[in-house]
């Protein structure tokens, strides 16, 4: 009895990313604050409060890639940014982003409340009028990085390059062309889905690689330094089925 053929990859490009529905999205994971997602935004505001400390000067550019409907990132970036891009390849979560910047909606506030626990945070009185100030959402993809002379001062990626395609080598390219567009010394974030199956947004389907602590660590060695990785995989934590927990990176782009 023979085997047969392996399914092939499902592609970034494969995608339909316009049917993402961000209100359902939001509906499932950001209504209320999970308890991964504090101890994460903790672990993220601590580190890039370690770098820049608790002056909050607004020296830096700051990018979040592959944003979706998730402001917190961009959030967490705030008290060094003059500007933080918002890169977003779905037009359905460009329409959400953008509809954010003029006040960003209640739900929000209980993550800000996490990040104002420390004084660069706490000093911005007026989190909704910097946000409008600083965030540019940008329609784009995650790929076109590596292509890009603009390099940022810090940034974020935060279940990304493992939850747009099946593909190892996507994935691996994924996060190389993250990595790449920041300044040598930037600090960043990365956050990844540990074992995920792939994932449902509404009555979509959408795909996702099947990676571990190793992949991370392998993809980050030759970009990255400084790195300290934290997994979260408490199974009363896990926000949904079809993954095992969470893989958090912080860390420097290597010079």
Known sequence: MTSGSPTADVKNADVPWDAFDPDEYIKRNYLA????????????????SDHFGDGGDRVASGIDVGAGPNLYPALAMLPWCDEVTLLERSTSNITYLGGQLSGYDANWDQFWDVLREKPAYAAI???????????????GSLFELCEEETRWDLGTMFFVAESITTSLTEFRRGVGCFLSALKPGAPFAAAFMEHSEGYQVGSQEFPARDIDEGDVRAVLKDHAEDVKIHRMANPKQLVRTGYTGMILACGRRKG
Request: proline share 6%; aromatic share 6%.
């Open 33 to 48: 604050i999970q308890a991964v997602d504090r101890r994460i935004l903790s672990r993220v505001r601590d580190h890039f």
């Open 125 to 139: 009185g007026d989190p909704r009028a910097r946000f409008e100030e600083a965030v540019e959402p940008v329609r």
